[in-house]
């Protein structure tokens, strides 16, 4: 799933990419964040684009993408019991961001060192 939103920024941030991956701990969560500095996704898109076979805008017929990739992610941040969705990154460009639940067991040995300290 990672790859994939790799691969979108890749394809999508323009001559000059540069794209950014961020990833930390929220509450009983982990928050993953990858954002590029391309033309962004307009605001009527960005939910249009987790749907099967949409592609956006700036999207180009001979690129090799399908409209697949990001229902597909959904798809599995969904099954995993999170939650994925699309916003303009400050400065211009797209941010992607996703959560998924820590495992159980996890959050318990958090809540367990949390009481220990």
């Given at each position: ?10 394809r ?13 701990s929220?509450?009983?969560a ?25 592609r ?25 019991g ?9 400065g211009g ?14 959050q ?10």
């Amino acid at each position: 799933m990672l790859i994939n939103l790799l691969e979108n920024a890749t394809r999508y941030a323009g001559s000059e990419p540069s794209i950014s991956v961020h990833a930390r701990s929220a509450e009983d969560a982990v928050l993953v964040q990858v954002e590029d500095n391309g033309p962004g996704i307009a605001e009527h898109e960005r939910e249009k684009v987790f749907e099967k076979f949409y592609r956006g805008q700036h999207a180009s017929k001979s690129d090799g993408g399908v409209g697949l990739g990001l229902t597909i992610c959904r798809s599995i941040i969904r099954a995993h019991g999170g939650k994925i969705g699309v916003r303009e990154r400050t400065g211009g460009g797209t941010l992607v961001e996703f959560t998924v639940p820590l495992a159980a067991e996890t959050q318990q040995r958090s809540r367990e060192a949390s009481l220990d300290s």
